[in-house]
Structures are given as C-alpha cells and as structure tokens.
C-alpha cells in the first residue's frame, strides 16, 4: 500500500516558469489537500477537495490552481512561479471530512523559485 | 477561527527521560486530534488519533491525552531515544463552521525536539 505519492520531490523552477506537482492516493480517500509549510509560519491549506469533479480554496490560493478529475489524483498547477512560492508542499488525504478521520501525507515536493 | 499552539518551540533533552510535548487549540468543537511526527526534509507521519470522545490514546512508549472542555493535549514520550529527534506536529479537526481550516483541520507550528544520546 503506497498510501499518498508525491512527484518531484524536488524542483527548481526560474520565475514565470509553469509547472505541476502531483498528487496521487491508492486508499480510495474521498478528501485530499494541498498545503505549503514555511518556517515559522506552519502548514497552510492552498486548495482542498472533498471528491472528484469539486474542488475548493484554502488559507493561500493566490498562483494556484487545483483540479481533481479522478479519485486518487489531485495535481496542484503553479501558474506564473514566483520567489514567494518557494517551500515545501504536501498533498494530504482522508475518508470523508470530519469524523474518525485520519489524515495521511505524501513526503513532500521542495520547491525552489529563483 | 481556531487556533492551535504549541509548547515549548524547542526542547533538548538527554536520552532515557521522560518528556511531555503540550498542545492547545482554542475551539472546543473538534472532531478529532492529531499528533504527527516529522524528520528532517520528510513529510508527516501519523503517530496517534484521538476522538473527541476519547480521553488517551497510546502506541507503544507514546501516550496522548486529550482534555477538550479546556482545550489541551499532552504528548507523552517514555524513555525516549535519540532516533525520536524530530519535529513533532499537533493538528485538531473540526467542523468548517468554527473556523478549523478549509478542510477542517488546523495545525501547530510544532515543537522541535533534540533526545541526546
């Protein structure tokens, strides 16, 4: 059981350069997340999706877009890269949102912008 | 909105103490807490769940308390090890309505601990 892969684990990406991160769960999860964590600031929700075909915004949309046409992927697209969008994402998933649930991650992609 | 602090930031400890991490959110209305364990340049690892109705959960030399009326969970590591150096991380769920993050789950900027050998 894979649980949540995520792909590249890292990348280097010059500003205004377009690129996706992937997401992809085996655990038949309903609800998946993207979060970005940067020192002193924990993690912060950018997009979140409670199943295929629907998607929403977190805490930190701005440069990102999300779209979730199967299950067990959910790719997180940064539009126009720029030096603020340097950090560390993960993808995140779990059974429904709310109760008894619990939440799994990926091992995260490191993002430099330059 | 929901809020979730822990204490201490840091913590340095020599090999074989006892040691308690603390955490504390300020919206009672949770379905659920959380403690993750991160290593260095790795992602989360999911370490105990407690449900909202539990008081203690434990796994192994782990044991996590959960008192929600005062809004306070307690990590509680036996005879830690130095291969137990990591960054450990508390995020509760709750119900979107309180605030507890988009997804309902809110984290902690977690607390850094060092077990020397």
């Known amino acids: 059981n894979a649980g949540v892969t995520q792909t590249p684990k890292f990348q280097v990406l010059k500003t205004g350069q377009s690129m996706t991160l992937q997401c992809a769960q085996d655990m038949n999860h309903e609800y998946m997340s993207w979060y970005r964590q940067d020192p002193g600031m924990g993690l912060r929700l950018i997009h979140y999706s409670v199943g295929a075909g629907i998607t929403d915004q977190g805490e930190v949309p701005n440069g990102y877009n999300v779209s979730r046409s199967t299950t067990e992927d959910f790719p997180l697209r940064l539009l126009s890269a720029a030096p603020s969008q340097t950090s560390v994402y993960f993808c995140?998933?779990?059974?429904?949102?709310?109760?008894?649930?619990?939440?799994?991650f990926g091992q995260g992609t490191r993002l430099t912008v330059v | 909105k929901q809020e979730v602090t822990q204490i201490p930031a840091a913590l340095s400890v020599p090999e074989g103490e006892n040691l308690v991490l603390n955490c504390s959110f300020t919206?009672?209305?949770?379905?659920?807490l959380q403690w993750f364990r991160q290593d260095p340049g790795k992602g989360l690892t999911s370490l105990l769940l407690i449900q909202s109705s539990q008081r203690e959960q434990t796994s192994g030399r782990l044991n996590a308390s959960l008192d929600k009326s005062s809004g306070r969970s307690t990590l509680y590591i036996a005879a830690s090890q130095p291969g137990e150096s990591a960054t450990y991380l508390c995020?509760?769920?709750?119900?979107?309505?309180?605030?507890?993050?988009?997804?309902?789950?809110?984290f902690g900027k977690g607390t850094h601990l060092i077990i020397q050998p």
């Open positions: 919206d009672s209305a949770i379905y659920n």
């Open positions: 995020a509760v769920r709750g119900p979107r309505y309180s605030g507890g993050g988009a997804d309902g789950l809110t």
């Open positions: 995140a998933s779990s059974n429904l949102a709310g109760l008894n649930t619990e939440a799994f």
